[in-house]
């Protein structure tokens, strides 16, 4: 099974259009106001609209309202929901979209433990865990604390850059990686070269 890729932060339409040429698998629209990569639903629509068949598009939300969400649900044409506060299984699962639940990597976390609460997901996102910031930290964090064979799919997230994607993937063998930082050439704003690099990293991976 190979790694699929999922470039998040995207802010611009050419920044969507290079990623899906490139290959990415999907790309992640960020609706939490305090992100450097956030964006409008108005800005969402524009992107999901201009891309290409087969790239899926991921909302991101970090402790939304109800509203909130059902907001961009009625004018952005996204096809997954992302959550990547403290958002609970019910609150997840009330919209009728497949969802991903993200996990950060608190020193305290029992990961198996909170993967089997949000069993209804359609994947579980890992991601370092920062005090002062939901994501988006360019920080690595310990991988041997991940299992080795997942009872579910596993989205790999957390300062993955092309300089470590490849063993990422070779080692942990995940369903996806998630990148956004690591190919940016300002916050918010994605590198064409640094994507394709990424995209090909994991591409080139031997399974």
């Given at each position: 099974?190979?790694?699929?890729?999922?470039?998040?932060?995207?802010?611009?339409?050419?920044?969507?259009?290079?990623?899906?040429?490139?290959?990415?698998?999907?790309?992640?629209?960020?609706?939490?106001?305090?992100?450097?990569?956030?964006?409008?639903?108005?800005?969402?629509?524009?992107?999901?609209?201009?891309?290409?068949?087969?790239?899926?598009?991921?909302?991101?939300?970090?402790?939304?309202?109800?509203?909130?969400?059902?907001?961009?649900?009625?004018?952005?044409?996204?096809?997954?929901?992302?959550f990547h506060g403290q958002e609970e299984?019910?609150?997840?699962?009330?919209?009728?979209?497949?969802?991903?639940?993200?996990?950060?990597?608190?020193?305290?976390?029992?990961?198996?433990?909170?993967?089997?609460?949000?069993?209804?997901?359609?994947?579980?996102?890992?991601?370092?865990?920062?005090?002062?910031?939901?994501?988006?930290?360019?920080?690595?964090?310990?991988?041997?604390?991940?299992?080795?064979?997942?009872?579910?799919?596993?989205?790999?997230?957390?300062?993955?850059?092309?300089?470590?994607?490849?063993?990422?993937a070779r080692q942990l063998r995940p369903?996806?990686?998630?990148?956004?930082?690591?190919?940016?050439?300002?916050?918010?704003?994605?590198?064409?070269?640094?994507?394709?690099?990424?995209?090909?990293?994991?591409?080139?991976?031997?399974?």
């Amino acid at each position: 099974m190979r790694t699929r890729v999922k470039i998040c932060g995207i802010t611009r339409v050419q920044d969507a259009l290079h990623a899906a040429a490139a290959g990415a698998d999907a790309l992640g629209l960020v609706f939490y106001p305090p992100s450097p990569r956030a964006v409008t639903a108005e800005q969402a629509r524009e992107i999901c609209l201009d891309l290409p068949p087969f790239v899926s598009t991921v909302a991101l939300f970090v402790d939304p309202d109800i509203n909130q969400v059902e907001s961009v649900l009625a004018t952005t044409p996204v096809d997954m929901l992302q959550f990547h506060g403290q958002e609970e299984p019910d609150f997840c699962i009330q919209f009728g979209r497949p969802f991903l639940k993200a996990l950060r990597m608190h020193p305290d976390l029992d990961l198996s433990d909170e993967a089997r609460r949000y069993h209804q997901a359609s994947g579980i996102l890992v991601d370092s865990y920062n005090a002062n910031t939901a994501g988006g930290t360019g920080e690595v964090f310990d991988w041997s604390r991940l299992p080795s064979h997942p009872a579910w799919p596993m989205v790999l997230a957390g300062g993955l850059d092309v300089n470590n994607v490849a063993q990422a993937a070779r080692q942990l063998r995940p369903y996806a990686v998630d990148v956004s930082s690591g190919v940016e050439s300002e916050k918010g704003i994605k590198d064409a070269a640094k994507v394709t690099a990424f995209i090909n990293e994991v591409k080139g991976v031997d399974y």
